[in-house]
């Protein structure tokens, strides 16, 4: 199974109110060979071959962006232009308008921290101090190399590089958490609950009833005693335990 994307819906007040995977099946003999894609949602499991894939869990992605908005205007007063451009983290390098130069980012962190020893961290949890590190090259050479901050606008400029650049909004990376099960207990579940429905029907629809007779000799006959209980329904078991003490009596009359 390839999982081909991942989304995570929100609600206005920052909420979760959704969260999906996209995958593809892929054949086991052949890997490349795609069977079908589908959408695993929460209670709405993929389920393959006896296989339950259930969308359990998800979280930010170690600080990572899909994309991010740059704002980039050239520093010539002459003929200054403004682009905005959406780079993706860790991709090819995309052009400048039309003036032969590109711009990437090598990396994002979406909480900056930078240590003692001048290197750069991302603090785990929330995104707290997005940045990236841009890149600029003009014909393979490297113009400029920044962090740019979204918190922190103004420190994006540099007066001596040919461009300024800006972080504006961006999109962030999940991670998402699939359980895997195979549910091979299921027809003794569902038999257990087809006996516990069956037990409850005849606790509600069967009457334990119980009657004694004892026949007891005496001198110029016989005399029948007769007792019985019910649990349930007394008045329709004390009306059929009359009606059958009048048949026996019948009975011995006769």
């Known amino acids: 199974m390839r999982l081909e994307k991942f989304d995570a819906l929100f609600t206005s007040q920052g909420r979760p109110k959704a969260y999906l995977s996209m995958v593809t099946v892929l054949s086991p003999e052949e890997e490349e060979k795609e069977l079908y894609s589908y959408s695993i949602k929460v209670n709405d499991p993929l389920i393959h071959e006896g296989v339950y894939f259930y969308q359990s869990s998800y979280s930010p992605g170690g600080g990572g962006a899909q994309w991010v908005d740059l704002s980039v205007v050239s520093s010539d007063s002459l003929n200054s232009r403004r682009y905005s451009l959406k780079v993706k ?3 090819n390098a995309i052009p ?7 711009i990437r980012i090598e990396r994002f962190v979406g909480s900056f921290k930078l240590g003692s020893d001048g290197q750069v961290t991302s603090q785990p949890g929330d995104d ?5 590190q841009v890149v600029i090259n003009r014909g393979g050479e490297e113009l400029s190399r920044s962090w740019v901050f979204k918190n922190f606008p103004e420190f994006s400029h540099r007066r001596q590089s040919l461009y300024s650049v800006t972080m504006g909004d961006y999109g962030k990376s999940y991670i998402t958490g699939l359980t895997v099960r195979t549910h091979r207990s299921q027809i003794v579940i569902w038999i257990g609950f087809a006996l516990m429905v069956a037990g409850v029907l005849l606790s509600f629809y069967v009457n334990h009833r119980q009657m004694w007779v004892m026949v007891k000799p005496e001198d110029s006959g016989s005399r029948v005693y007769l007792a019985g209980t019910s649990y349930k329904w007394k008045q329709p078991f004390l009306a059929e335990f009359k009606s059958l003490g009048e048949k026996i009596r019948k009975i011995s009359r006769s």
Do not use: K, L, R
């Not at 400048?96 to 590109?102: E, K, L, N, Q, R």
């Open 89 to 91: 983290p860790g991709a």
């Open 96 to 102: 400048i308008g039309t003036s032969g130069d590109s």
């Open 128 to 132: 707290t101090n997005p940045a990236a």
